[in-house]
C-alpha cells in the first residue's frame, strides 16, 4: 500500500529528514519567494468545471503521444541538479522509476551520477538537459557524449544567465564545497539518518563535470566549474548552432514570454518548456500557468508545450493540460518523495500522480486525457 497522500505531506516529511541548507536548498526560490508562491497560487485558483452523465465507467486512458512517441501519461520528472542532497543515489532510482512508469526522467547537467550511467538506467524514457556553460569545449563535449550514450532528446536551459539570487542559501551559509561551521555540524547532527546515508555514500559530486577539472582538483575548483555552468552568453546564434550539432529532438526550457516562444519556432526547435526554474531565477517573474495561456495563444494550437512550476497533483497537471500544455514536468515533488520514503518514493509519486489525473478526469467526464479541450 501507498505510503503517499498528497506531495504536501512527504515535503513536511522531508523538512523533518534532511538537513535545514539541504531542505532550504530544494524548497527555496529566488528573492522574496513572491514568484514561488505565485506559481501555486495560480494553480490553485484555477478552477476545473465537474461534468456529469458521461459514461467513465473503467479505464480512463492518460496515454499521450508527445515528441514523436507514446507516454504513459503527460507527466515527467524534470531535471535536478545536486539532486543527491535530498537522498544519495536519488537521480538513478528517478531514472527507474520513471522507466518503469513509461514517463520521462530528463537527467541534469549538474546531476549527481553521470548521464552515461542514467541513459542506462532509463534506456527509453530519459532525456539530457544541458546548461550552456562559459566553456564552448564542455557544451560540444556534453552534447557528444549525451549522443554516444544515446539520448534522442536534448534539453536546453535557458533561464539562467546569472545563478538567480536565493537568501535562504545565502542565510544558512550553504556553498560547495560545505564550509564546516558549528551551525553545520548542529544541523547535520539534528538530522542523523540523513547524515549516516550522506556519510556513507559520500558527499553529492557533479558527477558529470568532474572530468573536466583537473585531475586531482579540490573540491573548490569542480565547484567553481560547476559555477561557470551557468553563463549569460546562450543567444539565439548559438541556439541554432546547437539545433545544427543535435540530431534529436531539442527542448528549449525556461521560455516565458510569446515573443521568445515564437523565436523558439522559427529556430526550429521541437518544444518549449514554459518555466521559470521553479521560482528560483527571477523572483517577479509570471507564474508559470498565465504565461502558458499567453504562449499556447501565440504558437497556435500545434505547437508542442510544457510547462512546470508548482504542479502538486493530478487536478494540477489536468489544469495545465486544459490551459494549453501537452505535457508537464515537476521537480520538487519527486526529490521530497524520495527523501521522505526512500527509493519506493519515486515509484510512489508517479502512481499517486496517476490515480489522481483519473480520478480528476472521471470527475471531469474525460474518457480519454487526449480530449481534453483548451
Ligand atoms: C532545478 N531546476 C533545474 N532546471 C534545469 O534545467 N537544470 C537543473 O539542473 C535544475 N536544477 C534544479 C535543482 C533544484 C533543487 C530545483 C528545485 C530545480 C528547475 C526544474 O527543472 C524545474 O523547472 C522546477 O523544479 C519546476 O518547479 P517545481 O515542480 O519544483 O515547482
Same mark, same amino acid.
Given at each position: ?201 559520500? +558527499?553529492?559530486?557533479?558527477?558529470? !563535470?568532474?572530468?573536466? %577539472?583537473?585531475? /586531482?582538483?579540490?573540491?573548490? $575548483?569542480? @565547484?567553481?566549474? =560547476? ?101 508537464? +514536468?515537476?521537480?520538487?515533488?519527486? !526529490?521530497?518523495?524520495? %527523501?521522505?520514503? /526512500?527509493?519506493?518514493?519515486? $515509484?510512489? @509519486?508517479?502512481? =499517486? ?22
Amino acid at each position: 500500500m501507498s505510503r503517499l497522500v498528497s506531495f504536501d505531506d512527504v515535503r513536511e516529511k522531508a523538512r523533518r529528514k534532511m538537513p535545514r541548507f539541504a531542505f532550504d536548498f530544494i524548497d527555496g526560490g529566488a528573492g522574496t519567494e513572491t514568484g514561488l508562491a505565485r506559481n501555486r497560487t495560480a494553480f490553485r485558483e484555477r478552477i476545473l468545471e465537474p461534468r456529469a452523465l458521461i459514461n467513465v465507467d473503467g479505464e480512463l486512458s492518460t496515454s499521450t503521444r508527445f515528441l514523436g512517441r507514446e507516454w504513459a501519461a503527460p507527466f515527467g520528472i524534470a531535471p535536478i541538479g545536486l539532486a543527491g542532497l535530498a537522498w544519495p543515489g536519488i537521480d538513478a532510482f528517478l531514472a527507474r522509476a520513471a522507466e518503469g512508469a513509461g514517463v520521462p526522467y530528463c537527467a541534469s547537467t549538474p546531476a549527481t551520477t553521470q548521464l552515461e550511467t542514467l541513459r542506462q538506467v532509463a534506456p527509453t524514457n530519459s532525456w539530457f538537459q544541458l546548461y550552456v556553460g562559459s566553456s564552448q569545449d564542455i557544451v560540444d563535449d556534453l552534447i557528444e557524449r549525451a549522443k554516444n550514450a544515446g539520448y534522442d532528446t536534448l534539453v536546453v536551459t535557458a533561464d539562467v544567465p546569472r545563478p538567480g539570487k536565493r537568501r535562504r542559501d545565502i542565510r544558512n551559509g550553504f556553498a560547495l564545497p560545505l564550509r564546516i561551521t558549528p551551525k553545520l555540524v548542529w544541523d547535520l547532527a539534528c538530522h542523523p539518518q540523513w547524515s549516516m546515508a550522506v556519510l556513507k555514500a559520500g +558527499l553529492p559530486r557533479f558527477a558529470n !563535470l568532474e572530468r573536466y %577539472a583537473k585531475p /586531482g582538483a579540490s573540491t573548490t $575548483s569542480l @565547484a567553481s566549474l =560547476m559555477a561557470k555552468q551557468s553563463s549569460g552568453r546562450l543567444d539565439w546564434d548559438l541556439l541554432a548552432k546547437i539545433r545544427k550539432k543535435w540530431p534529436g529532438k531539442l527542448i528549449l526550457k525556461g521560455i516565458l514570454s510569446p515573443e521568445d516562444a515564437l523565436m523558439a519556432v522559427d529556430h526550429d526547435v521541437d518544444a518549449v518548456v514554459v518555466s521559470n526554474h521553479g521560482g528560483r531565477q527571477l523572483d517577479g517573474a509570471p507564474a508559470t500557468l498565465h504565461s502558458l495561456e499567453r504562449v499556447r495563444q501565440a504558437v497556435g494550437s500545434q505547437f508542442p508545450l510544457i510547462v512546470d512550476g508548482g504542479i502538486r497533483s493530478g487536478e494540477d497537471v489536468l489544469k495545465a493540460l486544459q490551459a494549453g500544455a501537452d505535457f508537464v +514536468l515537476m521537480g520538487r515533488p519527486f !526529490l521530497f518523495s524520495v %527523501a521522505a520514503l /526512500g527509493e519506493a518514493g519515486a $515509484s510512489e @509519486a508517479l502512481a =499517486m500522480l496517476q490515480t489522481e489525473l483519473t480520478n480528476a478526469m472521471a470527475q471531469t467526464g474525460l474518457r480519454d486525457v487526449v480530449d481534453i479541450s483548451r
